[in-house]
């Protein structure tokens, strides 16, 4: 009787117990949530309708915000930027990784260890420094790049960053470099992922090496693919230092990225109510954009719950 | 076909692997590699061959990858050009105060989305998930003023304090972990009595150090390397961290490469060595996260 009344009241079960423990465990991110997230995002929102330099007090001024967005030059100007950097650049750190990947997947190679130490190392350097040293390769007149195609093939090299039409895959070849390793181990950890016995029965029937690739490796990668796909298009509307010390958006705006535009409006010109407008239109694009490759991702993403599912 | 599973089963999982690129061969794709790890070494032996020049050398043509004569001044000049001492500690403060507040907090969270079942878990799990798709920056400004409203700009504090309510990569990452820590441990514990704060301080968080190693050394990268971040919220010189000190300190100079490559060699020093000291956390994090996102 003693160990009957000594329990919790009955009030509270082991249920709400659980519930109530699992509230508290959880509590630090929702009041985060709200603080940094639901708060700001209302911020936003009241925000993009006003007026405001910081200074004084902000003053409504309706859709005018929204407005001038669609006739700002350099707005629409940045997100094309951002958008040609990013269908260039994700593919082709796609095509990188996914190929290094391939190449250490192989069991006569050694020291997977080394390899995976060497091509990661980059990823953890800090932007700015890697700007400045890329920036000092690109370099039209003393960089080792120029330096080496004048004395190879006795021609002056071409502007890179100083040239419209350069930036932007000069871009893409630096961003490609760092973030390469990263990319790599993931795709080596699905390949490794994948069992044999797949390999060993399309052997059987006399698959060779690209049909088995086309047929197993490359479907059953399409998840990683994919979270690649969601990361480096996020990645890019991010992409900020590179803009900001090595091309201040130029030449001719042609490296005008959308965070570098979004940071001048709002932290240089002190136009809050403006960028936040700007802010709150690219977070809608960007979700969009997100819904449809999650949408379009079902036509081709394999996953291979669905094959033993199915069969 | 018995015959031939029963000779492959010893040595299978290497049987196979070999119809990865048949046509290559072994010194091609050595090759390959060696040709990978150059390019990626290159960028590096420049910065040092460059940080190691007089002006002049800098400039010549054809350039040359050994500095003669060796100037070794470069680097206690660039360093001294600006406080980059003062930058360092900075960063230093900035960075382990972050990592504390975000291991800490993302084990908490993880926990209770790991170990406890409560109405409303599947669907505050799923913002978890998709905070991690929403592009913060596009927060700045509002957050900004927030932070002027609170009195913390040209402080550390907008740097560190909202890493005490855990990050949405860390919970997600830490979660799938605990996941796979068997349950029995903690049924013994409750058994003996111990609450839910004593299983997960005792038990769980001892078990789960390869995921919080990762968090760590991830969390200690991005703050380490953050740009946007300090340079929106701090504005005195001596409250600069690293990167933004360094990216003044081109501004300062504008053709002093020499100088610039001794103060990069330099910042770049830092996360290179935390990552020697901890790469296996770094490469089973990356591992666990794509295998994490293949299956969100």
Do not use: C
């Not at chain 1, 001048?264 to 490759?293: D, P």
């Not at chain 2, 830490?174 to 996941?179: A, I, N, S």
Request: aromatic content about 16%.
């Amino acid at each position: 009787m003693t160990a009957i009344n000594m329990r919790p009241g009955p009030a509270i079960s082991a249920r709400t117990r659980e519930a109530l423990n699992g509230y508290a465990f959880v509590s630090p991110w929702v009041l985060g949530f709200f603080i940094f997230v639901i708060g700001p995002m209302i911020g936003l929102v009241w925000l993009s309708f006003h007026r405001w330099d910081l200074i004084g007090d902000p003053r409504p001024v309706g859709w005018r915000n929204y407005e001038r967005l669609f006739s700002d030059r350099l707005f629409l100007k940045s997100m094309e930027v951002t958008i040609v950097y990013g269908l260039g650049r994700v593919p082709l750190g796609i095509i990188v990784a996914l190929g290094t990947a391939l190449l250490l997947n192989n069991r006569r190679i050694q020291f997977i260890g080394i390899w995976r130490t060497i091509y990661y190392m980059p990823v953890v350097l800090p932007p700015v420094a890697v700007s400045l040293v890329w920036m000092w390769i690109y370099n039209p007149r003393y960089g080792i790049l120029n330096s080496t195609i004048q004395q190879v093939l006795g021609v002056p090299g071409p502007r890179w960053l100083d040239d419209p039409a350069l930036v932007l895959p000069s871009l893409m070849i630096m961003a490609v470099w760092v973030a390469a390793g990263r990319n790599m181990i993931i795709y080596l950890s699905g390949l490794q992922g994948i069992s044999n016995e797949l390999y060993e029965a399309s052997a059987i029937d006399g698959a060779g090496y690209w049909r088995q690739f086309f047929r197993i490796t490359l479907p059953l990668l399409t998840p990683v693919i994919f979270f690649n796909l969601i990361t480096g298009m996020i990645d890019t509307f991010k992409l900020f230092t590179q803009a900001y010390v090595m091309t201040e958006g130029g030449p001719r705006n042609q490296s005008l990225f959308f965070t570098y535009y979004l940071f001048q409006k709002g932290f240089a010109q002190y136009q809050m109510g403006y960028a936040s407008a700007m802010a709150l239109v690219v977070f809608i694009i960007i979700m969009a954009l997100t819904l449809l490759v999650f949408r379009w991702s079902k036509a081709w993403v394999f996953y291979e719950g669905e094959l033993t599912g199915g069969a | 076909m018995a015959i031939n599973v029963a000779v492959a089963a010893p040595k299978r999982k290497n049987q196979t692997i070999d119809k990865f690129l048949p046509h290559l061969s072994v010194a091609a794709i050595y090759a390959l590699l060696l040709l990978g790890a150059v390019m990626v070494f290159f960028p590096f032996a420049w910065t040092i061959s460059t940080s190691l020049k007089t002006e002049q050398q800098t400039l010549a043509y054809p350039p040359t990858w050994v500095p003669d004569p060796v100037q070794w001044e470069n680097y206690p000049n660039a360093l001294t050009a600006r406080p980059f001492g003062r930058y360092y500690v900075n960063t230093t403060i900035v960075t382990v105060l972050s990592v504390i507040g975000q291991v800490a907090s993302s084990a908490v969270v993880a926990y209770g989305f790991a170990r406890f079942r409560f109405p409303g878990r599947g669907l505050m799990f799923l913002i978890v998930l998709s905070t991690l798709m929403i592009p913060f920056h596009m927060l700045i400004i509002p957050r900004f003023i927030l932070f002027k409203y609170l009195g913390w700009l040209d402080t550390f504090l907008p740097l560190i304090v909202p890493n005490f309510f855990g990050g949405a990569f860390s919970i997600f990452l830490l979660r799938q972990y605990f996941m796979t820590i068997p349950l029995d441990l903690d049924e013994a514990a409750k058994m003996d009595g111990a609450s839910a704060l004593q299983i997960f301080l005792r038990i769980t968080l001892p078990l789960a150090r390869p995921a919080l190693g990762a968090v760590a050394v991830f969390e200690f990268v991005s703050t380490w390397n953050d740009f946007l971040g300090p340079l929106i919220y701090l504005s005195s010189d001596r409250n600069y961290t690293v990167s933004i000190g360094l990216a003044a300190f081109r501004n300062d100079y504008f053709t002093a490469w020499h100088l610039f490559m001794a103060a990069s060699a330099v910042a770049m020093l830092a996360p290179l060595v935390v990552f020697f000291l901890a790469q296996k956390y770094f490469i089973s994090g990356v591992a666990l996260t794509g295998s994490g996102g293949s299956k969100g």
